[in-house]
């Protein structure tokens, strides 16, 4: 396994069910790729030293460029945004409020009811509650990168979906 700085590491768990993490590779110790690698991961930004296993891959596709990583760019950076679904069930009618926290912050709402004739199954209206309001978001999101993006050029800009 070789990899370099910026391509996308994935880890599956080591346990059934358990998560599966990604990262990128910040450092590379070894000039020739071969491990170890210093990898930030994606979930909780935190960096250790990885010796990858037959339980990981690397995505050399499309390498990320990471502030403060060895070898990347000087005008590299790194944000986390976080979304927040939450979900509001009464009487077979599910709401979802998905909020994303980044700059600038974005919410959209979606909903989901039950037909009147089917069994109560609370699980599968969060799952559609929160799906419509996750497309919004994008949408919305897409929205305000038009915007941005019209302010910046000095005219109307359409962002491609």
Known sequence: MKASVGDRIVTASGVVGGAT???VVI??????GTPP??????DSGE???VFPGSDTVVDHAEPVFVAGATGGADTARTLTWQVEITLNESSGS???EATVRGIPEVR???HARKDPQDAEVPQIGDEIAAARALRR???RLLAV???DVSAAVGHKAHVHA
């Not at 690698?37 to 994606?42: H, L």
């Open 145 to 147: 990168a038009e915007d």
């Open 137 to 139: 978001l994008a949408d």
């Open 108 to 110: 959209a709402v979606g």
């Open 37 to 42: 690698y210093r990898v930030r991961w994606a």
């Open 94 to 96: 599910t709401t979802a």
């Open 47 to 49: 960096e250790t030293l």
């Open 21 to 23: 993490r990604d990262g």
């Open 27 to 32: 450092e590379c110790p070894h000039g020739d």
